[in-house]
């Protein structure tokens, strides 16, 4: 099994959207409606997926992907931070960390979020430490 991180392309829009729907399906079963959850759905979430991709400033935001055996596994959005009491100009945010069910436990979260962090920085921006360590730690991987 190889896997990777990288930063998104708007050909990757498919295998986020696969990866958004499957593991909102899987985590927020019996706590979100199961009818809201059926609905969700793939090809409307790739073409905003798509839109996304193709009209974000990379300066500014960024999505990366976690890629095993040429699948996207797992997405991770990064940012300005949209907090009322944060600068966005300085402090950024993980905004979004999905991964498909099947990869959960794998540590690539884990991995995933570590990248997401340093493009934080990359991007010259601050993230809050304190709750991404508190989240890994509640989160940790076997």
Do not use: N
């Amino acid at each position: 099994m190889t896997s990777g991180i990288r930063a998104a392309t708007p050909a990757d829009a498919d295998g986020i959207a696969l990866v958004h729907v499957q593991s909102w399906q899987s985590a927020y079963r019996g706590l979100i409606a199961q009818e809201h959850l059926d609905q969700l759905d793939v090809a409307r979430r790739a073409q905003g997926w798509t839109r996304s991709l193709t009209g974000s400033d990379p300066s500014l935001e960024a999505t990366l992907v976690t890629v095993t055996d040429e699948q996207v596994t797992g997405f991770a959005g990064v940012g300005p931070s949209r907090d009322p009491d944060a600068d966005p100009a300085r402090t950024g945010e993980v905004c979004a960390i999905y991964l498909l069910p099947q990869a959960w436990g794998q540590g690539l979260g884990r991995d995933l979020m570590t990248a997401a962090l340093a493009r934080l920085a990359d991007l010259g921006l601050q993230s809050k430490p304190k709750q991404a360590r508190e989240l890994s730690e509640e989160f940790p991987s076997d």
